[in-house]
C-alpha cells in the first residue's frame, strides 16, 4: 500500500463510513487536534522518562488513536466493533487514579505557576495547551461527541499538568509561581 492516495488532492477526505468531507471540516479539524497531541507525548516520550510513565503515555498515545476513531465516525458504525478504537469510563477512571498516585509525590499546589522546567516537563505543558484546544473543538461538534469522550479529554488535560509538575519534580526544578 502506498502512503499517498490522491484521493485528497482537492481538500477532501473520509470519515470512516465513506462521508466525504472538506479538510476544513469541523470533525477533521478536531481528531486533528487529537492528532497534534498524540504527536507531543510521542516528543514527551522521546526524553526518555522513568519506565513507568513512559508505559502510561503509550497507554495514552494508544487511548488518543481510539479516541480520533471515535471521532472520525461520528455515525458509530465501527468504533463499536473494534474494541481497540472504543473509550470508555474505565479509561477516565485509570487517568484519575494515575492523577491521584502521582499527585501525592507533589507539594500541594497554592498558585498558578509558569510552564517550563525539563524539555520533557515543558512538553508535557505544550500538550496539556493542545489537550485543551481539542477539548474546545470537542465541545462545539454537531452532531455532539459521546460525553466520556468529553470526560476522557478533561482528565487527560489534568493529568498532563500533574505529569508536567511530576517530571520537573524529580528533575529537580523547582516550580516559578505567578
Known amino acids: 500500500m502506498k502512503i499517498y492516495t490522491r484521493t485528497g488532492d482537492a481538500g477532501e477526505t473520509s470519515y470512516f463510513d465513506g462521508t466525504r468531507v472538506h479538510k476544513s471540516d469541523a470533525r477533521l479539524d478536531t481528531y486533528g487536534?487529537?492528532?497534534?497531541?498524540?504527536?507531543?507525548?510521542?516528543?514527551?516520550?522521546?526524553?526518555r522518562l522513568d519506565p513507568a510513565l513512559d508505559a502510561e503515555l503509550d497507554r495514552i498515545q494508544r487511548d488518543l488513536f481510539a479516541l480520533g476513531a471515535q471521532l472520525a465516525d461520528p455515525a458509530g458504525k465501527l468504533a463499536p466493533r473494534v474494541t481497540k478504537a472504543v473509550v470508555g469510563d474505565e479509561d477516565v477512571a485509570r487517568l484519575e487514579s494515575l492523577i491521584d498516585r502521582l499527585e501525592e509525590e507533589l507539594p500541594p499546589l497554592r498558585r498558578f505557576i509558569l510552564s517550563g522546567g525539563i524539555p520533557a516537563g515543558a512538553s508535557l505543558h505544550v500538550a496539556r495547551a493542545v489537550c485543551r484546544r481539542a477539548e474546545r473543538r470537542m465541545v462545539a461538534l454537531t452532531p455532539p461527541?459521546?460525553?466520556?469522550?468529553?470526560?476522557?479529554?478533561?482528565?487527560l488535560s489534568d493529568l498532563l499538568f500533574v505529569l508536567a509538575r511530576v517530571v520537573n519534580h524529580r528533575g529537580s526544578v523547582p516550580e516559578s509561581e505567578w
Open 33 to 47: 487536534e487529537v492528532d497534534e497531541l498524540n504527536a507531543w507525548l510521542g516528543l514527551v516520550r522521546a526524553s
Open 145 to 155: 461527541v459521546q460525553p466520556v469522550l468529553l470526560r476522557y479529554i478533561n482528565r
